[in-house]
């Protein structure tokens, strides 16, 4: 998959705040991604880095008082962060698929997976009711589901943690959306379901050329599925590149602070690498580079000028290490 090819998602300069009694409080801050059709772009962080978030301003989620105070957003080229709610509404499960971390939040205990598949078929798309159960049973069967047209008139309670998400999963591709918010899919999932899901998200978006943002705190998840990846901190993107430029040449401290600390089943060590300190709160967010009272290679313009994505190599980093530093010949006497 080329990433030169035109995006489906464009963010541009995403800003999101939260008014409260004592000030605004900006919980994304100048957010800038792209997502090409058919490319998976993984989304990682500490908890509390912005991502599910990120992902819930581009899915017009976004719980009050949070609201998008700057910057747009565009699926295939229309502007849509500024649409009124019901036309955002509609893009919402035609245009845009979203698949959560706990399977029973988006399920319905009340209602069989079937009725709960064919209503969101029908809101979307113009079938019979015939017609919308025929593809809720060829959904099922291609997230995985054996025993479809039994298992439809099941209840989610009488599936497994696996195959709920599967049946998430199913509905997120019911009105066969061009966009899937995937926020931490597979967490809740043990390590052998987690490998089919992986599975399975990949073999989607390759055969039906669906583009994902896949929210996660797992490196190993984005190892496995995604293309690009962009490396979230206080709001801000850190970096963004190639998976595997990324994974194995990082170029921010923070990055390289993440991939230092997963443990290596090649040598064994006394004690982990670790990030000292934590993420900042929202009413504490350090001038210049958010990162900098963390991190060990900090210096002069880290404290007091807020760093933008900046060339690193075959990515981008947020980081004053890579300022370009053109040599310009002195002027002549």
């Not at 019901?86 to 029973?104: H, N, T, V, Y």
């Amino acid at each position: 998959m080329s990433t030169q090819a035109t995006p489906l998602l464009e963010v541009r300069e995403l800003r999101v705040e939260f008014p409260t009694r004592h000030g605004v409080l900006t919980a994304i801050d100048q957010v800038s991604l792209s997502i090409a059709p058919g490319e998976v772009l993984g989304v990682v962080g500490e908890s509390g880095a912005g991502k599910s978030l990120t992902g819930a301003a581009i899915i017009g989620l976004l719980e009050a008082p949070g609201r998008i105070a700057g910057g747009e957003i565009r699926l295939n080229g229309r502007r849509i962060d500024n649409l009124p709610y019901e036309q955002m509404r509609r893009i919402r499960g035609r245009e845009i698929g979203a698949i959560f971390q706990d399977p029973l939040t988006s399920l319905n205990p009340l209602y069989t997976v079937g009725r709960q598949l064919i209503e969101t078929i029908q809101t979307h798309l113009d079938l019979s009711r015939g017609a919308a159960k025929k593809r809720a049973i060829e959904l099922l069967e291609s997230t995985g589901i054996s025993a479809a047209r039994e298992r439809i008139e099941h209840y989610p309670h009488q599936f497994s943690g696996g195959m709920r998400q599967r049946v998430v999963i199913a509905l997120a591709l019911a009105a066969e959306p061009k966009l899937i918010i995937a926020d931490e899919p597979t967490t809740a999932l043990d390590v052998s379901v987690q490998a089919q899901i992986i599975t399975l998200l990949k073999t989607l978006c390759r055969e039906h050329g669906t583009a994902v943002m896949l929210i996660t705190h797992d490196m190993g998840v984005i190892a496995e599925t995604a293309d690009r990846v962009a490396v979230m901190y206080a709001g801000r993107v850190a970096e963004i590149g190639r998976v595997a430029e990324v994974i194995h040449r990082p170029r921010h401290p923070y990055t390289a602070g993440l991939m230092a600390s997963i443990p290596s089943i090649a040598r064994e060590v006394e004690r982990l690498p670790q990030i000292d300190g934590a993420m900042p709160r929202l009413n504490a967010i350090p001038p210049g580079c958010a990162f900098n009272p963390r991190c060990r290679e900090r210096f002069a313009p880290c404290t007091s000028q807020r760093p933008e994505l900046f060339p690193a190599g075959e990515s981008q980093a947020a980081c004053w290490l890579h300022e370009p530093r053109a040599a310009t010949p002195a002027p002549s006497p």
